[in-house]
């Protein structure tokens, strides 16, 4: 016999050989996992044409609904469970309790290395997934890169790593996204009571444009130049953000002063 898959010899009896049995495990794993985004998107409101630059989180119900995705939920669910029903040999009424419930039994099945159309499935499975990265937002692409500077509007928007320029979808505005980056630092300061961990400070301002590193903001707090107020669920230290941006902009000012009388 010959894996399915990478064509390499096997032992009998068995469709997949190990390393593609995993691999196959993991797609359907990953699939489990798209299940929620997917719902996520069906709401058209939100995301008007799928893959979109920006994307607004409204508090009113989801209204019309995309069809495709709905398409893509319904095809997904069905072959989740005829897969799921063929390896557990079960009659064609069991039910589950949900997609994720079939595609999980799927994997946990000693069947499936044994399964005459694995790879079947696995080219099926494999255009679903293509299908679904097209659909949902992908985590990695886009990310929540502040609230709009609008003061009347102020929804939270979100931007492709790429994009330079973001147009509010509510208030039409056209922001760059620096701007839009800063003004959440600027937010966060200005409200006097924010806090965060080093690390998250670090990251905000960081996204800002104010270079700096969690490990600076611990060595302040060690050099008792900072003060903590508190810790978080995971006992990490919180810090004002108004209390770093005082010490950062401080910095700056100081190594900025350097240079001048060095250049004069
Ligand atoms: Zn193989
Ligand atoms: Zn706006």
């Given at each position: 016999?010959?894996?399915?898959?990478?064509?390499?010899?096997?032992?009998?009896?068995?469709?997949?050989?190990?390393?593609?049995?995993?691999?196959?495990?993991l797609?359907i794993?990953?699939?489990?996992?798209?299940?929620?985004?997917?719902?996520?998107?069906?709401?058209?409101?939100?995301?008007?044409?799928?893959?979109?630059?920006?994307?607004?989180?409204?508090?009113?119900?989801?209204?019309p609904?995309?069809?495709?995705?709905?398409?893509?939920?319904?095809?997904?669910?069905?072959?989740?469970?005829?897969?799921?029903?063929?390896?557990?040999?079960?009659?064609?009424?069991?039910?589950?309790?949900?997609?994720?419930?079939?595609?999980?039994?799927?994997?946990?099945?000693?069947?499936?290395?044994?399964?005459?159309?694995?790879?079947l499935?696995?080219?099926?499975?494999?255009?679903?997934?293509?299908?679904?990265?097209?659909?949902?937002?992908?985590?990695?692409?886009?990310?929540?890169?502040?609230?709009?500077?609008?003061?009347?509007?102020?929804?939270?928007?979100?931007?492709?790593?790429?994009?330079?320029?973001?147009?509010?979808?509510?208030?039409?505005?056209?922001?760059?996204?620096?701007?839009?980056?800063?003004?959440?630092?600027?937010?966060?300061?200005?409200?006097?009571?924010?806090t965060?961990?080093?690390?998250?400070c670090?990251?905000?301002?960081?996204?800002?444009?104010?270079?700096?590193q969690?490990?600076?903001?611990n060595?302040?707090?060690?050099?008792?130049?900072?003060?903590?107020?508190?810790?978080?669920?995971?006992?990490?230290?919180?810090?004002?953000?108004?209390?770093?941006?005082?010490?950062?902009?401080?910095?700056?000012?100081?190594r900025?002063?350097?240079?001048?009388?060095?250049?004069?």
């Amino acid at each position: 016999m010959n894996c399915q898959h990478c064509h390499k010899p096997i032992e009998d009896q068995y469709t997949l050989c190990p390393t593609c049995e995993l691999a196959f495990t993991l797609l359907i794993l990953r699939l489990a996992t798209f299940t929620e985004p997917l719902k996520a998107s069906l709401d058209s409101t939100i995301h008007p044409g799928g893959h979109q630059p920006t994307r607004t989180n409204l508090p009113t119900p989801p209204t019309p609904i995309r069809l495709e995705v709905l398409d893509l939920i319904d095809i997904l669910d069905s072959t989740a469970c005829e897969l799921a029903r063929w390896l557990e040999d079960s009659d064609q009424e069991t039910a589950f309790t949900s997609i994720q419930d079939a595609l999980i039994r799927c994997t946990e099945s000693d069947h499936l290395p044994r399964f005459a159309d694995a790879e079947l499935y696995w080219q099926t499975f494999t255009r679903l997934e293509k299908r679904i990265l097209q659909t949902i937002d992908a985590p990695e692409e886009t990310r929540i890169i502040g609230r709009c500077p609008n003061r009347l509007c102020g929804i939270q928007l979100t931007a492709p790593n790429t994009a330079i320029t973001i147009t509010c979808p509510i208030c039409n505005n056209t922001w760059t996204v620096k701007e839009v980056k800063s003004e959440w630092l600027r937010q966060l300061v200005q409200e006097g009571r924010k806090t965060g961990t080093a690390a998250e400070c670090a990251k905000a301002f960081t996204i800002s444009g104010i270079n700096l590193q969690r490990k600076t903001i611990n060595k302040w707090a060690e050099r008792q130049k900072l003060t903590s107020i508190g810790v978080d669920s995971s006992q990490h230290a919180l810090y004002r953000y108004a209390d770093v941006y005082r010490i950062a902009t401080r910095k700056s000012a100081k190594r900025l002063d350097k240079n001048q009388s060095v250049a004069a």
